[in-house]
């Protein structure tokens, strides 16, 4: 088992930049594909971005590419999500997630194991 717990998270202007980590404990995070998601108020889970055990293939909601980047450091068994030209409607709670599966899965119930989240507000 790996137990995720995310940091990072806060208040800022549209057009700003955050960045997400998430801290592994437990199992290594190598063992598994990592994903970010987020949930807005009132709005179901969805996914953000992924990235294979190697780091050598990462996807992204069409939202979010080409202004969030995911990254893993192994070796540090941790989790990135680089947050550039923030929008209000990027708002939401965020969470990281891991998975056994060996592709990049986008639906939340592929993925094993969960932390409990951190906050992004962005203002217009």
């Known amino acids: 088992q790996v137990q995720l717990v995310e940091s990072g998270g806060g208040l800022v202007q549209a057009g700003g930049s955050l960045r997400l980590s998430c801290a592994a404990s437990g199992r290594t995070v190598g063992s598994y594909v990592m994903g970010w998601f987020r949930q807005a108020a009132g709005k179901e889970r969805e996914f953000v971005a992924a990235?294979?055990?190697?780091?050598?293939?990462?996807s992204y909601a069409d939202s979010v590419k080409g202004r969030f980047t995911i990254s893993r450091d192994n070796a540090k068994n941790t989790v990135y999500l680089q947050m550039n030209s923030l929008k209000p409607e990027d708002t939401a709670d965020y969470y990281c997630?891991?998975?056994?599966?060996?592709?990049?899965?986008?639906?939340?119930?592929?993925?094993?194991?969960w932390g409990p989240g951190t906050q992004v507000t962005v203002s217009s």
């Open positions: 990235i294979k055990r190697s780091g050598d293939s990462t």
């Open positions: 997630a891991a998975s056994p599966a060996y592709y990049s899965p986008r639906s939340p119930g592929m993925y094993d194991y």
